[in-house]
């Protein structure tokens, strides 16, 4: 019972650097999410993707991309890492939008 | 304001006492409520899922919702240490447009003593 499956779980980059978070699931779920978690300001929903080939804006998305490969799997990329995206990223599924959503595990960034 | 208000603690109990998590919102479109129990490190697991307004039970777990107040709580009864965690309220409208996003509250720190 994979869920969703999030790659890596840890991760220290330099400031400029670029690097790519990857998620899974395998629940066929239709949309997709992005959130961070930082301390005392809860998950912070940065994109998602309500179906395959749609993505949109959350409330913090500066400094992100994102890229829906597919039903399967939901990429986000960081350009240029600044230390402000020090943070625990964590992808999240549901089938629909009136149904519960799932976690992964998240990856923990570190970003110097 | 912030569109779903959750007092974040922390909440320190006894064992066997019953616990009182509640949020608040502000967005009247919201109809599905989640709440989910997050351990220190880990990913947010879902525990109580509801539609509207009502009471839903779950062991030892009940989830209320009161849309005319836009209010919502969790009731942890005989509270044990492995309750001990942050619990995240949840919650989104309907299909469509920007009801497809999940909000999230901040989180409860909640501490149940042996």
């Known amino acids: 019972n994979a869920g969703v499956t999030q790659t890596p779980k840890f991760q220290v980059l330099k400031t400029g650097q670029s690097m790519t978070l990857q998620c899974a699931q395998d629940m066929n779920h239709n949309s997709m999410y992005w959130y961070r978690q930082d301390p005392g300001m809860g998950l912070r929903l940065i994109y998602y993707?309500?179906?395959?080939?749609?993505?949109d804006k959350g409330e913090v998305p500066n400094g992100y991309n994102v890229s829906r490969l597919n039903k399967r799997e939901f990429s986000l990329r960081l350009e240029s890492a600044a230390p402000s995206q020090t943070s625990v990223y964590f992808c999240?599924?549901?089938?629909?939008?009136?149904?519960?959503?799932?976690f992964g595990q998240g990856t923990r960034l570190t970003v110097v | 304001q912030k569109e779903v208000e959750q007092d974040p603690g922390p909440l320190s109990v006894p064992e066997g006492a019953i616990v009182s998590l509640n949020c608040t919102y502000s967005n009247s479109a919201f109809q599905y409520f989640m709440w989910y129990r997050q351990y220190s490190r880990k990913g947010p697991e879902l525990l109580m899922y509801?539609?509207?307004?009502g009471n839903k039970e779950d062991g030892r777990f009940t989830a209320q919702v009161d849309k005319s107040s836009k209010y919502i709580s969790l009731f942890i009864r005989d509270s044990q240490p492995s309750d001990s965690a942050t619990y995240l309220c949840a919650m989104s409208g309907n299909s469509g447009g920007s009801n497809y996003k999940l909000t999230f509250g901040k989180g409860t720190l909640l501490t149940v003593n042996p």
């Open positions: 509801t539609y509207s307004s």
């Open positions: 999240a599924s549901r089938w629909t939008p009136n149904t519960e959503a799932f």
């Open positions: 993707s309500a179906s395959e080939g749609t993505t």
